[in-house]
């Protein structure tokens, strides 16, 4: 008896026929009681399990919840300091976003989505606040005001809300300090928001009817609403977040591998994490569809010899009729 | 050949003698298989099929009624834990078939394209279930597109695929992917029934054939 | 959707399940891994059940004959 290793290639022409014997067999059959057992599966874990629906999270009860968060992002949305002030495309110019060496995929495809966020988030919603004298003049005034005077009144108003207290009404309370029209503008908008009026009006801004929650969204990304009840779910990113859902349901178990780079050095600290835990994945995923042609890769099944146990019933019938490969 | 006399060569004739040719009924619906077939484990792909049939049956029921029902009626949700749980079945039985044909080197004999239809449709149904995942409408939803934006954004794909667009993503869910999937299904099963389930890897310590 | 209200309180909705899965989950740990426990229960069966389905002996039970 001669061992040795086939070659690839005689591998594939050997496979390519099959002479042996055959025997009766129900497809329609096999798929009708595949379908009935699958449908008997899913309804009984629905039975028992049912699905998560925790319900979404509004600006109104962000601003009732958390006034401090809500006005402390709202002004960094006006001094563009927060992240979407920033961010750069698909929302701004702010900055050119991520990139990979030589390649800045962000900045090549563009701003898609402007949003300029002292207009979209303050001045707009407090234009449509009807009647209000003081606070338009307010608006004004900050307006008009030179670039560093409204710096220095943001700056100091946003120091004043790290040690800020909640008074009666869910209004924010802080030490006196010169804050010029700030506080007045605050002040407006948190109430708009405590009133529900914020969610439609970032909602409705351009059009009646609207699916593209972009603006509130972001806003609320901005702030810390999400967040808080995120890592309560284990839902951030350095919770290997991604494969998770709310509750105790099982997840996207099969992200695993896409959240892993996130865990690890260079990716855990870097600022291109997200492209270059893109780029890896879709290099790896070329390479799943790819498997027949990676040598090493495709012959891993012969060194982990699974497929003996597999067609061990075909072996055993080969060696009792003597038959060669 | 026309059915009726004898016509000049119709397109119709031609697509029709060309797909009975690759494709005769006996080999799109056999009622036999090769007696190698033996293992428990060639079950999975007929499951993941089936987990799909069920993935888009409550899908459709969901989609009948709008995006915003399963939150406010019990029927509607019981059909959301279905669809839900399906998709946990369907990843289940497809990445078990997935390192069963791995482990089988199912790619032999000129079945690379089998392989590569089969991973590719792995590959789309995983953002087919992210834009589900997106289309839930509560805080799920709210915190996934929060996130993934930073992702997606990175790529330049998020400058025309908003991951914050709800009716952007719920059409890319319920009609867009869906079709890419089920096309990649279609044409993966083809190609299995076209060039059959592939035999077992020789055994190593049986002789060789004599040359 | 006029008079269809969603709930207002922030816990979520449980319909009709035998088991309460709408509790924080409990997580294992090991060095940057972490992982749900129901995670962890779904990957342990696809490997249980992808060992089961080549151990098992394959039984045929129709009418047809071997060949």
Redesign the interface.
């Given at each position: 008896m001669k061992r040795g290793r086939i070659s690839n290639r005689e591998l594939d022409r050997l496979a390519r026929n099959y002479d042996g014997p055959y025997r009766p067999y129900d497809l329609v059959k096999e798929l009708c009681v595949a379908l009935a057992v699958v449908t008997a599966l899913a309804l009984a874990l629905a039975i028992v399990f049912s699905s998560p629906d925790d319900p979404p999270r509004t600006i109104k009860q962000w601003s009732h919840q958390m006034p401090v968060d809500f006005v402390t992002t709202a002004v960094s949305e006006l001094d563009g300091s927060s992240d979407t002030a920033g961010y750069g495309p698909p929302y701004n110019h702010a900055s050119t976003g991520q990139h990979a060496a030589f390649i800045h995929l962000q900045q090549w495809f563009g701003v898609s989505h402007p949003i300029n966020t002292p207009l979209d988030y303050v001045y707009e919603p407090l234009a449509s606040i009807p009647g209000d004298g003081p606070l338009r003049a307010a608006v004004a005034a900050y307006r008009s005001a030179p670039a560093k005077m409204q710096s220095a009144w943001t700056t100091a108003y946003a120091d004043a809300l790290g040690k800020a207290t909640v008074g009666s009404g869910d209004a924010v309370q802080v030490a006196p300090g010169d804050y010029g029209p700030v506080p007045t503008m605050m002040s407006a908008l948190l109430s708009l928001a405590q009133s529900g009026g914020l969610d439609g009006d970032l909602l409705t801004s351009s059009q009646f009817y609207e699916t593209d929650y972009t603006t509130p969204l972001l806003l609320m990304a901005d702030g810390g609403v999400l967040t808080a009840r995120a890592q309560a779910q284990h839902l951030l990113g350095s919770q290997w977040g991604m494969m998770n859902e709310t509750g105790s349901y099982p997840g996207q178990v099969w992200l695993w591998l896409y959240t892993f780079w996130y865990q690890i050095e260079p990716f855990s600290s870097s600022a291109n994490a997200d492209l270059l835990v893109f780029l890896i994945m879709g290099f790896l995923s070329v390479c799943l569809v790819a498997v027949p042609f990676i040598p090493g890769v495709r012959d891993i099944p012969r060194w982990i010899p699974l497929y003996r146990y597999i067609w061990r019933d075909h072996y055993r019938a080969q060696q009792s009729t003597g038959a060669g490969a | 050949m026309s059915t009726h006399g004898s016509a000049p060569r119709s397109w119709t004739a031609r697509v029709r003698d060309t797909a009975v040719r690759a494709m005769p009924p006996e080999r799109l619906l056999p009622d036999e298989q090769p007696a190698y077939m033996s293992s428990w484990v060639y079950i999975f792909g007929v499951l993941t099929l089936a987990s799909l049939s069920v993935i888009i049956g409550s899908g459709v029921i969901l989609a009948l009624k709008g995006p915003a029902w399963w939150h406010y009626t019990g029927v509607g949700h019981f059909f959301n834990s279905v669809h839900l749980w399906a998709v946990e079945l369907f990843f289940f039985f497809m990445v078990i078939h997935l390192w069963a044909k791995f482990f089988m080197a199912a790619w032999r004999g000129g079945r690379a394209r089998t392989w590569a239809s089969g991973a590719v449709t792995f590959l789309v149904a995983i953002p087919c279930a992210f834009t589900g995942y997106l289309s839930q409408q509560n805080f799920d939803s709210q915190w996934i597109a929060t996130q993934a934006k930073d992702g997606i954004n990175s790529t330049g794909i998020g400058a025309f695929f908003n991951v914050l667009n709800f009716g952007q993503m719920y059409t890319y869910h319920v009609l867009l992917l869906p079709v890419v999937v089920v096309a990649l299904v279609v044409a993966h099963v083809l190609l299995v029934r076209r060039h059959g389930i592939v035999p077992p890897l020789p055994l190593a310590d049986l002789p060789k054939p004599s040359p | 959707?006029a008079g269809?209200?969603?709930?207002h309180?922030?816990a979520?909705?449980?319909?009709?399940?035998?088991?309460n899965?709408?509790?924080?989950?409990?997580?294992a740990h090991a060095g940057?891994?972490?992982?749900?426990?129901?995670?962890l229960?779904?990957?342990g069966?696809?490997v249980v059940?992808?060992a089961?389905?080549?151990?098992?002996p394959?039984r045929?039970r129709?009418k047809?004959?071997?060949?």
């Open positions: - | - | 959707m269809m209200r969603q709930p309180s922030l979520p909705v449980l319909v009709a399940a035998l088991v899965l709408n509790r924080p989950a409990t997580y940057v891994f972490q992982m749900s426990v129901a995670n229960v779904v990957i069966l696809m059940v992808f089961a389905a080549i151990a098992l394959f045929r129709h047809g004959e071997q060949r």
